[in-house]
T-cell receptor, first 110, second 115 residues
Framework: RKEVEQDPGPFNVPEGATVAFNCTYSNSASQSFFWYRQDCRKEPKLLMSVYSSGNEDGRFTAQLNRASQYISLLIRDSKLSDSATYLCVVNVYNFNKFYFGSGTKLNVKP | DTAVSQTPKYLVTQMGNDKSIKCEQNLGHDTMYWYKQDSKKFLKIMFSYNNKELIINETVPNRFSPKSPDKAHLNLHINSLELGDSAVYFC??????????????FGSGTQLSVL
């Protein structure tokens, strides 16, 4: 079983749409959680951390449900520039391990 | 002023050759990593070093040998390259940010193609 599971997509949405991604993780010892964005042929870049209380950064909202071991990312008012692969990442702190999901591909169309 | 830099960006070589990838970070981070991203885009950790000490070795063939001369550098040497080694290799570093949270910062990747 993979440490982190995500729907690979692709999600094809029109500009202005709201889109949500979910991911689940298997290790209950996971301590910190992130969404990374990876553009084609580029390195992953941190989009936002995810906290139990939920957090928002502009059009992006992240939620964590520890009891169910899932993480979500909501993107409102999608832009063409949001087209990328979104990677769900969990960190098992005591072991310095970051586990990546396989990524969810988002295509925002005009 | 690149935070995590790795060279070369592209590496094309024949099966059986030995090659190295270099990585340096100027963020002052204590921990550095090598990740492999295969053709299915799945990112998998290979090694992790903390202050020059190996702390994670994820069942990587011993043809892969990381070396950390100091905490700002983590190089990866690969012996007897095989076709299956073709992938993008990312170097990364992290630092504990407080509240038990660490964040990863990646280099721009090395595209290795073994012919």
């Amino acid at each position: 079983r993979k440490e982190v599971e995500q729907d690979p997509g692709p999600f094809n949405v029109p500009e202005g749409a709201t889109v949500a991604f979910n991911c689940t993780y298997s290790n209950s010892a996971s301590q910190s959680f992130f969404w990374y964005r990876q553009d084609c042929r580029k390195e992953p870049k941190l989009l936002m951390s995810v906290y139990s209380s939920g957090n928002e950064d502009g059009r992006f909202t992240a939620q964590l449900n520890r009891a169910s071991q899932y993480i979500s990312l909501l993107i409102r008012d999608s832009k063409l520039s949001d087209s990328a692969t979104y990677l769900c990442v969990v960190n098992v702190y005591n072991f310095n391990k970051f586990y990546f999901g396989s990524g969810t591909k988002l295509n925002v169309k005009p | 002023d690149t935070a995590v830099s790795q060279t070369p960006k592209y590496l094309v070589t024949q099966m059986g050759n030995d090659k190295s990838i270099k990585c340096e970070q100027n963020l002052g981070h204590d921990t550095m990593y090598w990740y492999k991203q295969d053709s299915k885009k799945f990112l998998k950790i290979m090694f992790s070093y903390n202050n020059k000490e190996l702390i994670i070795n994820e069942t990587v063939p011993n043809r892969f040998s990381p070396k950390s001369p100091d905490k700002a550098h983590l190089n990866l040497h690969i012996n007897s390259l095989e076709l299956g080694d073709s992938a993008v290799y990312f170097c990364a570093s992290s630092q504990e940010m407080g509240r038990g949270e660490e964040k990863l910062f990646f280099g721009s990747g090395t595209q290795l193609s073994v012919l």
